[in-house]
């Protein structure tokens, strides 16, 4: 049933809403500035130290896969092709805000000041690795899809409260925008008007389950319509777009509009982790060849390039300084006392033992000291 | 001194908590303005404010995530799950996140939340109001579990749990929201959790329940007392961890036991009290451990609750058979 008249055409209405998601993008493929606009304008210095980190990151990604292969690493999900969006995003924050990371979020909360040796003692399944510095505000990476959303509405509503002008920032991915908690931690936030800020990496699977599966919608940003809340679709691929609309979105959320939902349209040249996962069961080379071209690293060293900024040397002085620091970090790992029976009991709780616990860490002790 | 009943005692618990600690914030589905659907949390936004006091939207997955992320930013929230029936919309929240918190953290965060949530029959409430599912808690690490049977415990259990800087799990039994009042203090105290209570003395049997079945259990022992049974009832208060050393000591004194509860046999906790006594007081039973507890089927349409809910003569006839193997 269609009406001829306008007043009624619920399909015109999703056209219309669809319309309104583009995709923003600032920087070209041959990193070009094609949105004026948009462009940040950020220092050259701010310029240098964005793709030191990019380049640093995707280094940090080659030699995660190669040490999870030798055995010194153990869960890990590859970020290659993300840098835009990850770290560009954490690079629009301030050191008061708060990230809360979903698995493969690894690189942002390193920068936002997790000491990379406890990265890796995270992959590797050591406490330590979740232990938190007291002036680092991140928590650990979240393996339940969807639970850091509504947390962070929580962490927002708190900062709220407490009157900070910071906010709380998460990350899922394009499956994870299928789960209740993504909506819950949206509508959320929205009806409380809080300072986060919800990123959707849309890297166009789930494992091996194509976007397209999740949901019918034609971007993963206008699910924020649903919540009510400023929502964007940005070129994930590009770190000027990334930066620019999480850095929208922070302003506007520290001054009390509340929250956003961005998008970022990206790819991971990856598999999914590195437990076995095969892409190319799911995906074709003609697929990959294409999302390379669009490599944020590439389009970002043009851009900086054509300015005089970067230089091969530069890009190799990166390089050897991400290697260098990644295997000292490996080494603090490696030095990091095995793990006890009695350690895991210690961080049950933070009160007293209770009985149960307190017979056990008494059999346990027993047991390593023999 | 007033009297009060036991939810009036809730609400002058959270009263008192949210006088002391400007931390403290209650949360839920209507316990802002309507002051929640049983009126425990009434009057409180009044007093306290919209920022201490306040409703959330419906969703109970989201009010678990409001309350780790508050947790986050230092408050102490005490979030409300309007029924327990709806705490499998929020057991990730619970189980796989709250708890775990401090120890997936490597110990440098902490979550001090109390979730209080009504749960319990016999007051012929629809579908998934009434089940008993403390026993899903009580298998979680990093749970407290506490279960008040009465307006004094309820008041300084629940001041307890509040000040508890890891999760606890506060279950209310709907039936004994206004079932009798008692003198409940108006100055704040506190209850230890994981402490039972002696409420009846006894020499030949120890009754081991909580929530409601405590005090059929009593009216149990009244009549057993006519038979000259003399029965050691002992309400558990919280139900994880459970008070060992006043199980084992009362079981080492009687030599009999029996645990009660209101929840399926499958379910709940009594398995974990039989197994803690044959562990480590076996040598001085005189009999198996019984367990009273409801059949092993869904939570009863309301019309049945009065054939399928155990009660006093369950209890009793369950005793008779310790008393007399």
Not at chain 2, 141 to 149: A, F, H, N, T
Not at chain 2, 171 to 199: C, D, N, Q
Not at chain 2, 304 to 320: F, G, M, Q, R, S
């Amino acid at each position: 049933m269609t009406s001829k008249n306008n007043i009624f055409d619920p399909v015109q209405n999703l056209k219309d809403i669809e319309a309104k998601f583009e995709m923003v993008q600032i920087l070209n493929e041959n990193g070009e500035i094609v949105n004026e606009g948009l462009d940040p304008k950020l220092s050259d210095e701010k310029l240098v130290e964005l793709m030191s980190r990019m380049v640093f990151t995707r280094i940090l990604d080659q030699r995660s896969i190669s040490l999870n292969r030798q055995g010194r690493l153990g869960f890990y999900a590859p970020t290659a092709g993300q840098e835009a969006s990850q770290i560009a995003s954490q690079y629009a924050l301030e050191k008061e805000d708060f990230i809360l990371p979903g698995y493969r979020d690894v690189p942002q909360i390193v920068w936002h000041g997790l000491p990379l040796y406890k990265a890796f003692l995270w992959s590797r399944g050591h406490f330590v690795g979740g232990q938190i510095p007291e002036d680092v505000n991140v928590i650990p990476p979240q393996i339940i899809i969807g639970a850091q959303y509504v947390q962070a509405a929580g962490v927002a509503l708190g900062m709220q409260k407490r009157g900070k002008k910071s906010v709380a920032v998460t990350y899922t991915g394009d499956g994870g925008s299928s789960q209740g908690d993504f909506y819950e931690g949206i509508n959320f936030a929205g009806a409380f008007k809080s300072p986060a800020i919800f990123i959707v990496q849309n890297n166009q699977f789930a494992i091996s389950t194509p976007r397209e599966v999740q949901t019918s919608a034609t971007t993963i940003a206008q699910k924020g319509v649903a919540a009510g809340i400023p929502s964007i679709q940005v070129d994930g691929m590009d770190p000027l777009a990334v930066y620019v609309a999480t850095r929208d979105a922070r302003d506007r959320a520290v001054a009390g509009d509340g929250p956003s939902l961005i998008e970022t349209v990206c790819y991971r040249y990856g598999p999914h982790t590195m437990a076995g996962d095969d892409p190319t069961r799911y995906r074709t080379s003609e697929t990959d060849n294409l999302w390379e071209k669009k490599d944020p690293v590439v389009r970002f060293r043009k851009y900086l390039e054509a300015k005089g900024l970067w230089t091969e040397e530069k890009e190799a002085e990166v390089i050897e300084n991400a290697k260098e620091e990644i295997k000292a970090a490996i080494k603090q790992a490696d030095g990091v006392a095995k793990q006890k029976v009695t350690d895991l009991i210690n961080l049950m709780h933070t009160d007293a033992l209770p009985y149960n616990l307190q017979e056990q860490l008494e059999i346990y002790t027993e047991k390593e000291s023999k | 001194m007033a009297q009060l009943t036991m939810i009036q005692a809730i609400t002058d618990a959270l009263k008192c908590e949210l006088k002391d600690d400007e931390n403290v914030l209650l949360f839920g589905e209507d316990i802002g303005a309507n002051g929640g659907v049983f009126r425990a949390t009434e009057g409180l936004q009044k007093e306290f404010g919209v920022d201490r006091v306040f409703d959330t939207p419906l969703a109970e997955s989201g009010i678990g995530g409001l309350a780790i992320g508050l947790a986050l930013q230092g408050y102490r929230p005490v979030p409300e799950i309007q029924f327990f029936g709806f705490v499998y919309e929020v057991m990730d929240s619970i189980s796989g996140q709250l708890a775990r918190m401090k120890y997936r953290s490597g110990g440098s965060l902490n979550a001090p939340v109390t979730i209080r949530s009504p749960f319990g029959g016999g007051v012929h409430t629809p579908e998934m109001h009434s089940d008993s599912l403390e026993g899903l808690m009580a298998a979680q690490p990093g749970l407290k579990v506490v279960i008040p049977s009465t307006p004094y415990d309820a008041k300084g259990l629940l001041i307890s749990s509040i000040r508890d800087n890891d999760p606890v799990i506060f279950l209310e039994h709907l039936k004994l929201y206004r079932s009798f009042r008692e003198e409940v203090p108006e100055e704040s105290y506190t209850i230890p959790l994981g402490k039972a209570a002696v409420r009846r003395e006894g020499k030949d049997l120890s009754i081991f329940a909580y929530g409601a079945m405590v005090h059929e259990a009593l009216k149990a022992a009244e009549t057993l007392e006519k038979e000259d049974f003399s029965v050691e009832v002992i309400d558990l208060r919280t139900v994880q961890p459970l008070d060992i050393e006043t199980i084992i000591a009362s079981v080492e004194k009687t030599n009999r036991a029996i645990v009660v509860q209101e929840a399926q046999k499958q379910a709940g906790i009594a398995a974990n009290v039989v197994s803690e006594i044959t562990e480590r007081a076996i040598l001085s039973l005189e009999a198996p451990v019984l367990r009273v507890t409801a059949p092993d089927t869904i939570y009863p349409y309301p019309q049945a609750e009065a054939v399928w809910l155990p009660n006093h003569k369950d209890i009793y006839a369950t005793a008779k058979k310790v008393l007399t193997f």
